[in-house]
């Protein structure tokens, strides 16, 4: 195992504890969510992550490394929500969701390694600043895709810009917990 696959583990777990507490408070509310709006709660993480970074303070003490959870766990949120049947019930027992939590967090760990295979890890001399921007440029597109009713004409698909939010947040947090 990579470091880098040791890390993604680390933070994967974490995100995962906090989406399955929170699941267990509140059940699969989300499920109500059309994906714009799921877009939308994304969105407004990373702009609130941009916001603290640009004025170098917060008045609201919540750590934006919690936002950074957020957005893995809103992006896994949008892709389970995508692909479920429109007749999924809206709620969905904590035991039947987290196997599908597990296998859009592999699917995408597998994703990031082959990107790292070509890439050589670059995220790792990038500014978290600067992925906080991707995030939000990744958003927009999302965004735009959205509004063409899902319509690309040599684009990724919606899946794959939300898998690049979950490595992009998974990177900040490898980052962040680095430094501190």
């Known amino acids: 195992m990579t470091q880098t696959e040791s890390e993604?583990?680390?933070?994967?777990?974490?995100?995962?504890?906090?989406?399955?507490?929170?699941?267990?408070?509140y059940g699969t509310a989300w499920r109500i969510l059309r994906l714009p709006s799921i877009t939308d709660q994304l969105f407004i993480k990373a702009q609130r992550i941009r916001s603290v970074q640009e004025k170098g303070e917060q008045k609201i003490q919540e750590d934006i490394k919690n936002?950074?959870?957020?957005?893995?766990?809103?992006s896994i949120i949008a892709i389970i929500q995508e692909s479920l049947p429109k007749d999924a019930p809206?709620?969905?027992p904590?035991?039947?969701?987290?196997?599908?939590?597990?296998?859009?967090?592999d699917e995408t760990l597998q994703l990031l390694l082959n990107k790292n295979h070509d890439y050589g890890e670059a995220w790792r001399d990038m500014r978290i600043?600067?992925?906080t921007d991707i995030i939000l440029m990744k958003?927009?597109?999302?965004?735009?895709?959205?509004?063409?009713?899902?319509?690309?004409?040599?684009?990724?698909p919606i899946k794959a810009?939300?898998?690049?939010?979950?490595?992009y947040a998974v990177f900040c947090l490898i980052k962040l917990s680095n430094v501190s």
Not at 161 to 167: F, G, K, L, P, T
């Open 8 to 25: 993604y583990k680390q933070v994967i777990a974490l995100s995962k504890d906090v989406f399955e507490k929170k699941t267990k408070d």
């Open 67 to 74: 936002e950074f959870i957020g957005i893995i766990n809103y």
């Open 90 to 92: 809206l709620e969905i």
């Open 94 to 105: 904590v035991n039947d969701l987290m196997p599908k939590y597990e296998q859009v967090a």
């Open 129 to 131: 600043s600067s992925i």
């Open 139 to 156: 958003l927009y597109r999302v965004k735009q895709i959205e509004d063409n009713q899902g319509k690309t004409l040599i684009s990724e």
């Open 161 to 167: 810009n939300y898998q690049d939010m979950i490595n």
